[in-house]
C-alpha cells in the first residue's frame, strides 16, 4: 500500500451498503464498536438487485424500517406450462413491497444514527487479514480493521482466495419495473419454455404516481429471451407499453459457501450464498445472518478473539437458525426441477382437484416453506408426480 494514502481505522470494516451490511453495521455500532461500511456504487440502494418483497412479519420480527413500504400482496395466481391457473389468497397480507433504493437509504439513515461512518463510491480493490488485522485499499484510503465483514453481494473472488468455497448452484435473473394501466395481482408463471429450472413473475406496484409492474425471471438458461416471453404473456392483461429498455440481469446463488468465517473475517447474505433454495428471495434471510454475525462479532471484539476457531460460532448459529429450512427447500428444487412441463401441469390439476389448497393455507408461511413441502411430500398423490420424476 503506498504511503502517500490516506489512512482510516476502524473496529469493524463492512464491504457492500445493502440490506445485510447495513443492519449488521447498525447492531455493532448500537454496541459501541467503530464501523466503517464502503460501498462501491456512489448512491446507496442503486441499482436496485432485486423484486423487492418481505413477508409483513419481517418488519416485526427483524425492526425494519416500514418507510419504503408500498403496497401489500392478498392474491397470487400460479400458471403451469400450458395454462392451468390456480389462484391463492389470504384475508391478511401474503407479503409487503417494497421500495427498494428507499429500504436500503433507510438502513443507511439508522446505521448512520447509531455512528456508522459509510463511504459510497469506495470500491474495496484489495483485502488481506493478517495477524494484525484486516487491511485493505478503497478508492483513494488504505482501512485497517480488526475484523472484516463480506456483505457484497454476488460477487466471490475473495470467498475463493481465502479457500472458504462458492455457492452449490446458480441461476440467472432479468428484471425490470415498467408502468402499468392495472395490476391484477402476482403471477408465477412455471416451464421449460417460459423459465428452466426456475420461474417467471409479475409483481403488482402502487406508487404514488401511478400503477406498476415488475417482470421478472429466473432460469438456468436464456434468461433475456424468459423474460421477453414473460412480457409478451402479460403485456395486455396488465396494460404495459414496453419502452424496449433491457432488463436488469444478475447472477443468483442458491446455496450456501463451504464455510462463512475465516481468521478475521464473517461472510453474510447473498455473500455467503445465504438466499432460499426455491424462490431466491434473500433480503430476510441476509438480514438474519446479519444480525448473527454482528451478535459474534461483538463477542469477539469484546474478547480481543478473531481466531477461526472463535468466529465459527457464526456459522454454527446461523446453520441452527436456517440449516433445516434450507435442508427442505433444496429438496423440492431437486425434484420440481425434474418434472417435465407434463408432469408440472399434472401436479396443477392435482392442485385444482384434490384440496392441496387447504394444505398450502394451513401450512405456508412466506419465510418458512418446510413446513408446506413436509406436507406435500407425505401426500400420496404429489409423492407419485414428484418422485416418479426423480425416479424416473
Not at 15 to 26: Q, S
Not at 142 to 166: N, T, W
Not at 324 to 347: G, I, K, P, Y
Amino acid at each position: 500500500m503506498s504511503p502517500l494514502m490516506a489512512t482510516r481505522s476502524a473496529d469493524v470494516l463492512i464491504v457492500g451498503a445493502g440490506p445485510a451490511g447495513l443492519y449488521a453495521a447498525e447492531r455493532l455500532a448500537r454496541a459501541g464498536a467503530h464501523v466503517l461500511v464502503c460501498e462501491e456504487h456512489a448512491t446507496i440502494g442503486d441499482p436496485v438487485h432485486c423484486t423487492g418483497i418481505l413477508a409483513a412479519d419481517s418488519f416485526q420480527a427483524l425492526d425494519l424500517p416500514d418507510s419504503a413500504t408500498l403496497n401489500t400482496l392478498t392474491v397470487a395466481r400460479f400458471v403451469s406450462p400450458s395454462g392451468v391457473t390456480v389462484s391463492y389468497g389470504t384475508d391478511a397480507p401474503l407479503a409487503t413491497v417494497i421500495d427498494r433504493p428507499q429500504f436500503d437509504r433507510a438502513l443507511a439513515s439508522r446505521a448512520r444514527a447509531a455512528g456508522t461512518v459509510i463511504e459510497t463510491g469506495a470500491r474495496v480493490v484489495t483485502f488481506e487479514t493478517g495477524r494484525n488485522g484486516v487491511t485493505a485499499i478503497a478508492g483513494d484510503q488504505q482501512i485497517r480493521a480488526r475484523l472484516g465483514i463480506l456483505a457484497c453481494g454476488a460477487h466471490y473472488s475473495v470467498q475463493r482466495r481465502f479457500g472458504l468455497g462458492l455457492p452449490t448452484a446458480y441461476l440467472q435473473t432479468a428484471q425490470r419495473e415498467l408502468a402499468a394501466r392495472q395490476t391484477p395481482g402476482v403471477e408465477l408463471h412455471f416451464g421449460r419454455g417460459v423459465a428452466p429450472d426456475g420461474f417467471a413473475w409479475a409483481v403488482p406496484v402502487v406508487r404514488p404516481d401511478g400503477l406498476y409492474v415488475r417482470v421478472g425471471v429466473m432460469a438456468s438458461a436464456d434468461v433475456l429471451g424468459g423474460y421477453a416471453r414473460m412480457l409478451a404473456r402479460v403485456a395486455d392483461r396488465w396494460g404495459i407499453v414496453d419502452d424496449g429498455v433491457p432488463p436488469r440481469q444478475k447472477i443468483l446463488p442458491l446455496g450456501s459457501i463451504d464455510r462463512t468465517y475465516a481468521d478475521r473475517l464473517l461472510v453474510i447474505g447473498d455473500a455467503a450464498g445465504l438466499v432460499k433454495p426455491t424462490t431466491g428471495g434473500g433480503i430476510h434471510y441476509s438480514m438474519v445472518s446479519a444480525a448473527l454475525a454482528a451478535d459474534v462479532a461483538v463477542d469477539a471484539l469484546a474478547r480481543d478473539r478473531f481466531d477461526a476457531a472463535t468466529l465459527a460460532a457464526y456459522e454454527t448459529a446461523w446453520r441452527r437458525a436456517l440449516v433445516d429450512e434450507f435442508a427442505s427447500q433444496r429438496a423440492l428444487r431437486h425434484v420440481v426441477t425434474r418434472l417435465s412441463d407434463a408432469e408440472l401441469d399434472d401436479l396443477f390439476e392435482l392442485a385444482r382437484t384434490d384440496g392441496i389448497i387447504p394444505i398450502v393455507r394451513a401450512t405456508a408461511r412466506f419465510n418458512q416453506h418446510r413446513g408446506l413441502i413436509r406436507a406435500l411430500f407425505r401426500h400420496p398423490p404429489v409423492r407419485r408426480i414428484l418422485f416418479g420424476a426423480a425416479i424416473g
